[in-house]
């Protein structure tokens, strides 16, 4: 019984996404995180500025609530998997089906494209603060 009461709570710290079982501790393989940055730099420029905005800060013109990419209260329940699978997945199960939601890159990136910018967020996280 107190098992089922804390994996609800778990899911319902990731509403509406995608996180398979053990996704959450999953570790990014990238052997140089510094060269895995600067690739992801560059994706997330092409990628995810345009909502996100340019520093991840979530003011980019082409959505209206794009999440702050830098906040210290979600860094601190996004570790690097649940990162990894939200970029992934998307925000899988639509609350709002709009538009300007979180689309899923499983389609049009590779996964070591998407670990990639998990290293970008993660300089983004500590030089923008
Ligand atoms: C079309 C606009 C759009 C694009 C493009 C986009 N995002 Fe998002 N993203 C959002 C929105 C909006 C949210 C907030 C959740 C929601 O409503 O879907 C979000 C949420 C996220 C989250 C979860 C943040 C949290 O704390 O839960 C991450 C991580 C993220 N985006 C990374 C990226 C990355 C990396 C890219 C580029 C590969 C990207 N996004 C491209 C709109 C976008």
Redesign the pocket.
């Known amino acids: 019984m107190l098992l089922a009461v804390v994996t609800a709570d778990a899911a319902a710290q990731y509403q509406g ?1 995608l996180i398979p079982p053990g996704g959450r501790d999953e570790r990014s393989p990238v052997t140089s995180a510094r060269s895995a940055a600067t690739k992801g730099k560059a ?2 420029a092409a ?2 500025a ?3 905005g340019p520093e991840g800060k979530g003011n ?1 013109t ?2 209206d ?3 702050d ?1 830098t ?1 210290d209260l ?1 860094s601190s ?2 570790p690097e998997g649940v ?1 990894f699978y ?2 992934w997945n998307g ?1 899988a199960v639509q609350l ?1 089906v709009q ?5 899923a ?1 499983k389609d049009t ?1 590779t996964r070591d494209d998407v670990w990639a ?1 998990v290293e970008h ?1 993660k300089v983004l996280r500590t030089t923008t603060r």
């Open positions: 996404w994706l997330f990628n995810c345009r909502c996100h980019g082409d959505s609530h794009a999440a990419l906040d979600r329940i996004n990162l939200k970029v925000h709002r538009i300007d939601d979180m689309p890159f990136l910018l967020l």
